[in-house]
C-alpha cells in the first residue's frame, strides 16, 4: 500500500512539473510572438529612434542664401 502511494506520488510531480513547463512555454511564445507585447515595444521603439529622429532633423535643416546647410539645435 505505501509502495503504491509513493508511485501515484511520482506520477503527480510529474504532471504538475509538464504543467509547469507547457505554462512556461505558452507564455514565452505568447510574449515573442508576431502580437506579443515585446515586440510591439520593439518597434514603437524602431520608430521612435529611426523615423521619428530622422523627420525631426529633417525639420530642422535650414538652408541659406549661401548655399550652405545647418541643423538648428532645440
Known amino acids: 500500500m505505501l509502495q503504491q502511494l509513493k ?4 506520477g503527480q510531480n510529474f504532471v ?5 513547463a507547457v ?3 505558452v507564455g514565452i511564445i505568447f510574449f515573442l510572438g ?5 515586440r510591439g515595444a520593439m ?3 524602431l520608430d521612435y529612434a ?3 529622429q530622422i ?7 535650414v ?3 549661401q548655399g550652405r546647410t545647418y541643423w538648428n539645435s532645440f
Open 7 to 10: 508511485n501515484n506520488q511520482n
Open 16 to 20: 504538475e512539473y509538464v504543467v509547469m
Open 23 to 25: 505554462t512556461v512555454i
Open 34 to 38: 508576431p502580437s506579443g507585447p515585446f
Open 43 to 45: 518597434e514603437r521603439s
Open 50 to 52: 529611426l523615423v521619428d
Open 55 to 61: 523627420d525631426n532633423m529633417r525639420q530642422n535643416t
Open 63 to 65: 538652408f541659406n542664401i
